[in-house]
């Protein structure tokens, strides 16, 4: 699998995927006018293109398998991760330097993939997931406590209904609505107690919307996240 993915969203819904069968990993940018070459190389020493039959087939001879996801980036580069099986041999562990997710988190700019454990409520269990790295999450939780306290003396809810908006268009994969319920409670809490009675002008932390159902096309990328 060569996929440059819709979007950046789908590219690491995508990996969550594959990321269990296909712990180990590496990645990076590129140009996106190399995008084409570095596919086509990456084909040709790793296999990353061949058919489920053919996987299996490298498997029964204890050979690894590559999968290969990118996405644009609105700087014109391409963000890739490589993922490789962590049974067998092959050039991928041979010329890469892997990591695996497993014990080494896969980032993706400002999110990291955890193996997470899920509510009982949902099912129980555990599941991959994106999060937010803590630098992000502290830099976005901290900001928008000072703004629910300035917006609420101000009395300028747009102020913060602003910035929640754009909170919102983050992916929202369950472990960081997790995180941005989080937050919001917090924020609620400070507004509260600024606001003077306003109303909240921000979404509610407990009906945060899904990130919606995964999409397998691969189609010309759409710019969407830093």
Partial sequence: MNLLSDSQTDAQRLIAKHVNGYPMW?????????WGGFVEKLSRMYETDISPSARQ????RDQCCAHLVGASLPDGKVRWVLLVTADGSGEAKQREKLRDARTERLSWGDYVLIRATRPSDLGGGTHWTWFLTPQAERREANYLV?????????????????????LLKRP???????????????????????????????????ELPYIGAYRRAAVAPEPELS
């Fill in 146 to 166: 000072a703004l629910a306290q300035a917006a609420g003396v101000g009395r300028q809810p747009h102020r913060l209904s602003a910035f929640t908006d754009t």
């Fill in 172 to 206: 929202l994969h369950s472990g960081v609505r997790q995180q941005v319920a989080k937050m919001l409670r917090r924020a609620l809490k400070v507004w509260a107690k600024h606001a003077h009675g306003m109303p909240w002008p921000g979404p509610d932390p407990n």
């Fill in 57 to 60: 087939w490298r498997k029964k």
């Fill in 26 to 34: 590496t990645g990076g940018e590129i140009q996106a006018s190399r």
